[in-house]
């Protein structure tokens, strides 16, 4: 009803534009402080998702230039792909506009707000408009933009735009001036860089501040990002109105072409299959469909058995990406310990796949009294604000952690330790509680996939505290043998008045093993682990050695040495470099093959699941995750 007043004549249409310039808040620009990082955060995403579309290695430049007291110039720049001069308008004056929000595939951005949001945040605190340069490879020049948004019509407002000698192969250049307030630490933006850079090891970051301070984090790894492959809806992701939309805007003349082409995983038998649950004539035009027959069809869609959705959609960091980028940007901490990664399984959430990726450091510099760090990812976008929402965070909270060797109250809360717990969540569609996309919804599918991962984490934890407690205990026993033996054997031959005699025999009798022992040896510029093996049984013995450092302590080929026919109170000896070494070594994993377990002090088995570097791992069953 119409209020008697409100005149019909009040009534308006509302452009999406004016819309979020009334509601900015909506898109995370709801403070002085964090609207600056949202801007770089905006640019910064578009950029990495073109870089990684076109299988180029990023570089990334960033700057945030002081105009007053509380108005910046906010610089992105990118060596991307660059931007059709007549898309430009489009993709930095409209919002909603974009190549990703139809696309079944992971990226970064999807809605087409971001950085039109950005420029127009910009326009309403500042009345100014933005710059935007762009080059392709193609073309001879660049050309320039300065543009705003003319938010009652949605469009961009160019105020001029012309050619520019841009002296780059390709990319694109966004400056937008903002009013806010630049801060330092924790939700910054030098923060959102540097947790960009463990997602995206394989990109070169530069940014100044507004004080002309330079820091530049250089990519680790020369490997393009792999991008997930479009695919088709999958039927069980879809809703009432979108299979209404899909049926209006279909090229298919009949129902089951409809179903085999425009669906993932339906083959002509499944569609045939749906056709008859739903009671719908296969021959039936799709445009004519009605509600009451959409709603069939969807009841049909449930009923059927389909194939889950493909993966190749999907575009997970990896092994080696995660700990190349945790070893970039953390090593500096010089941690004792970085965690086998985690990568579970593909899971499904309401017809969507995605999956869950963790990772974990510890010990070094870290401080034991504080709670951990926890960095958030969701489709390799660093989440830095509304940590307590975040299904992530809700799952390190829930989980005891006293059994994996870190401190917790009451087995609640955030435990406490010197460790950072890195933790990517990725899909199509991720579920996030607001438009900003700063929190992950606690959805029961996502949260257990979470869970599963932080357990595999805790175990790595705990078996690397108790490797390092069983390896000072094995050493302390063999050096008091070593120390009390020889002063015996001292003491015994000055009073019979004999000479000393061999004591190793008599170790052998002792001890009984072959036993492994590492030395540290600190030169100038370089450090080297010796490895000595000690036969202390009675008859000679043959084995395969397997050496594996710690993950932040050596970066080359697997170390492994043949040891034959090593003879009673013989050793036998082998050396490697090491990296980054501090006080908190917590020594090389030894493995062995070729000998009864019982007879070696020092080393393990040889796993089933061994790897070069800790970096092979074997994905998890449903089930694999839970304790016994």
């Not at 300065?146 to 949605?154: A, D, F, H, M």
């Not at 649950?277 to 009923?303: M, N």
């Not at 090593?331 to 869950?356: C, E, L, M, T």
Request: charged residues 25%; negative net charge; hydrophobic residues 35%.
């Amino acid at each position: 009803m119409v209020s008697k007043k409100t005149a019909i004549s009040d009534f308006r249409e509302a452009s999406i534009s004016e819309f979020f310039e009334k509601n900015r808040h909506i898109l995370g620009f709801d403070s002085p402080q964090k609207s600056l990082y949202m801007i770089v955060k905006e640019a910064m995403d578009n950029s990495l998702d073109a870089c990684e579309e076109y299988q180029i290695l990023p570089d990334i430049q960033v700057s945030v230039e002081r105009h007053t007291d509380d108005e910046f110039i906010i610089t992105v720049e990118d060596n991307g792909p660059g931007i059709d001069r007549k898309q430009v308008p489009a993709v930095f004056g409209k919002l909603l506009y974009g190549s990703r929000f139809h696309s079944f595939k992971q990226s970064r951005g999807q809605q087409g707000i971001g950085i039109t949001a950005a420029i127009l945040y910009g326009q309403i605190t500042t009345a100014r408009p933005s710059y935007v340069r762009t080059k392709r490879l193609d073309d001879d020049v660049a050309y320039e933009f300065e543009l705003g948004i003319n938010v009652k019509e949605n469009r961009a407002d160019i105020h001029y735009e012309r050619p520019v000698i841009w002296n780059v192969k390709s990319g694109t250049l966004v400056k937008i001036p903002a009013k806010g307030k630049y801060q330092t630490g924790k939700q910054s933006i030098m923060e959102y860089i540097m947790e960009s850079a463990v997602a995206n090891p394989n990109a070169n970051f530069k940014f100044t501040d507004p004080e002309g301070k330079t820091i530049e984090i250089r990519r680790a790894i020369e490997v393009p990002s792999k991008p997930g492959i479009a695919i088709k809806p999958h039927p069980l992701g879809l809703e009432l109105g979108d299979i209404s939309s899909m049926s209006r805007l279909t090229q298919a003349e009949s129902l089951l072409d409809f179903l085999r082409n425009d669906f993932n995983r339906i083959s002509d038998r499944i569609a045939l299959e749906i056709a008859e649950k739903s009671g719908i004539p296969a021959d039936l035009d799709p445009r004519t469909l009605t509600l009451q027959q959409i709603k069939e069809l969807k009841r049909a869609f449930g009923e059927v058995k389909l194939m889950p959705p493909p993966t190749d959609c999907l575009s997970p960091l990896g092994h080696d990406f995660i700990i190349k980028g945790l070893k970039n940007v953390y090593g500096d901490s010089r941690p004792s310990h970085y965690s086998k990664p985690v990568v579970r399984p593909i899971a499904v959430h309401n017809g969507q796949p995605f999956a869950v990726e963790a990772g974990l450091v510890y010990g070094g510099d870290l401080k034991s009294d504080d709670p951990v760090r926890v960095v958030r990812f969701a489709n390799k976008v660093p989440l830095l604000y509304q940590a307590g929402a975040c299904a992530i965070t809700r799952a390190i909270q829930e989980m005891d952690w006293r059994p994996y060797g870190l401190d917790q109250k009451s087995g609640q809360g955030m435990p406490y330790g010197p460790a950072i717990i890195f933790v990517h969540v990725y899909g199509i569609r991720i579920p996030f509680t607001s438009e900003s996309k700063e929190a992950i919804a606690s959805v029961d599918a996502i949260s257990a996939e979470i869970t599963m991962a932080l357990k595999s984490l805790g175990r790595s934890v705990k078996s690397f505290l108790g490797k390092r407690e069983k390896r000072k205990k094995v050493y302390e026993k063999f050096r008091l043998v070593n120390q009390l033996i020889p002063e015996i054997g001292k003491k015994s031959a000055a009073i019979l008045g004999k000479e000393m005699p061999d004591l190793h025999p008599v170790i052998s009798k002792i001890a009984n093993v072959v036993f492994i022992t590492e030395e540290i040896q600190r030169n100038e510029g370089s450090t080297k682990s010796v490895v000595h093996a000690v036969n202390f049984t009675r008859a000679p013995v043959s084995l395969k050695l397997y050496a594996e450092p710690p993950l932040g302590n050596y970066d080359g080929p697997e170390l492994s040495w043949e040891i034959s026919d090593l003879q009673p109170s013989m050793e036998a000896t082998f050396q490697f470099s090491l990296v980054n070494v501090n006080a908190e070594y917590p020594g090389t994993t030894f493995y062995f093959t070729g000998i009864d377990p019982v007879r070696v002090q020092g080393a393990e088995p040889l796993p089933a699941d061994y790897g070069i570097g800790g970096l092979t791992v074997i994905e998890e069953d449903e089930g694999a995750g839970e304790d016994e």
